[in-house]
Each structure stands twice: as C-alpha cells, then as structure tokens.
C-alpha cells in the first residue's frame, strides 16, 4: 500500500526545503501512474511517471510539485488513478518549525517500516526529518492511546494505575466535597452542627 509518509511544511528559512514523500509498504514497486497529490486547494500535482520502490520511499521537493505546504491547520491527500482518496493526513494549529509531520502508525501496513500492525490506526507525530528514510519513533503511550469499546479499563491497566486512577479521582471528588460544604452554610450545620465553619 502507498502512505503519506512524512510532509516538510515549516523548514527554517526559505520554504525550498518543503517535500512530501511517500511509502511503499508491499513486497512490489507500485507505478503510481494516475495518482496525484493535493494540499486541499485545487492545485494537486501529477504523480504518473514515478514509481515507488518495495518497502522504499519517493521524496518529492517543492521544487518538483509546486505544491505549497501550509504552515498553519495543513493538510495533504494521495489520490489514486480513479480520483478517490487513497490517504490524507491533517494537522492543526501551527507547523513546528524545522519538524516534519510523520507518519508513526501504520494502518494495513502489516507492521511495515518496523512499526505496529495492521489492528492499529494512523497516527502523526512532529518529528525531526528524514528525507528518504525510516521515521523516526515516538513515544506511544503519550501520543496515541486507544482502548476497544465495552472492555472494562482495568484490563488496560496495570493494578498499581488502576488504584492510582481510583484515588486520584477519590481526592478530587473530595475536594469538591468540602469546597461546597465551605459555600453553603445550611451545610455545615448538617454537618457539622451549630455556626461552626471548616477551615
């Protein structure tokens, strides 16, 4: 299959150094005759001609697309020879400068580029470059957490953070306890009887 695979958008300096390259995650060359590139406008750049090599990459320079790379709330889409969407990837707010926006997870890749399998989503992350080569790796479990639906929390959990959970969660409910038992006197009566105040 053939990703998005990491976008330049913010270089430091001039905008030249923007490219997008792409990923080739089959065991075979995939000609990309037909396919284009487009950044949301309607100018997109014509793909047919290249070819991306197996488990390789196809960098592509500003100077090659014309494509211009946005630097606030971007985005870029692959389309395949029949005009449907074969990737998009998106990001808001500001480009870090001198980051690129790289792929980090891999849906139906089967692991490909050395990441997880095809039971993960796609994930992005703001990464140092690398122009024709594997990305660069982030940390995981800060960026992306995905929990299947009707499984209980703790079968994610470790004992230890399932308790850390219950009782972080019992200091600030009891926080929220007294902080209106403080603003309401008819409480503290009930409470505590007579005009006494807490605190």
């Not at 990491?6 to 005759?33: M, Q, R």
């Not at 074969?86 to 480009?95: I, M, R, T, Y």
């Amino acid at each position: 299959m053939i990703y998005l695979n990491e976008w330049f958008p913010n270089p430091v300096g001039k905008d030249d150094g923007e490219f997008v390259e792409l990923y080739n995650s089959g065991p075979a060359a995939v000609a990309l005759n037909g396919y284009t590139l487009g950044t949301g406008a309607k100018r997109k750049f014509s793909l047919s001609g290249y070819t991306v090599p197996p488990g390789g990459y196809l960098l592509l320079g500003k100077k090659q697309t014309k494509l211009t790379l946005k630097n606030t709330d971007g985005g870029l889409w692959l389309y395949g020879p029949n005009g449907a969407i074969v990737d998009h990837g998106a990001f808001e707010g500001s480009a870090q400068a001198g980051k690129s926006f790289s792929r980090v997870l891999y849906s139906g890749a089967g692991g490909g580029n050395g990441l997880p399998s095809d039971a993960q989503p796609q994930a992005f992350a703001w990464t140092d470059p690398t122009p024709g080569a594997k990305n660069k790796t982030v940390d995981m479990a800060v960026t992306v957490r995905n929990y299947p639906l009707n499984v209980s929390l703790a079968a994610h959990v470790s004992p230890a953070q399932f308790t850390g959970m219950l009782l972080g969660t019992a200091v600030i409910l009891a926080g929220i306890f007294i902080y209106i038992i403080q603003k309401n006197e008819d409480l503290q009566k009930l409470f505590f009887g007579g005009d006494q105040e807490i605190w």
